[in-house]
């Protein structure tokens, strides 16, 4: 399973409030560009999945 996210459903102009809620710190942003999730250190605990307003961040197996 990864988590990845779907960057038409992101709107970039914004700091992703799901950063915040990441335990492992996993989720980074550059300036206002769509977040990225770096699969090694993320536990896929999908607390960012469900804290995404826009629904940008999914799962896939």
Do not use: L, T, W
């Amino acid at each position: 399973m990864n988590v990845s996210i779907n960057k038409d459903r992101c709107p970039q102009n914004h700091p992703c409030p799901s950063i915040r809620v990441c335990p492992v710190g996993a989720i980074e942003q550059i300036g206002f560009n769509a977040p990225m999730i770096d699969q090694d250190k993320c536990i896929r605990c999908k607390k960012c999945v469900k804290y995404c307003p826009m629904g940008a961040f999914q799962v896939s197996e």
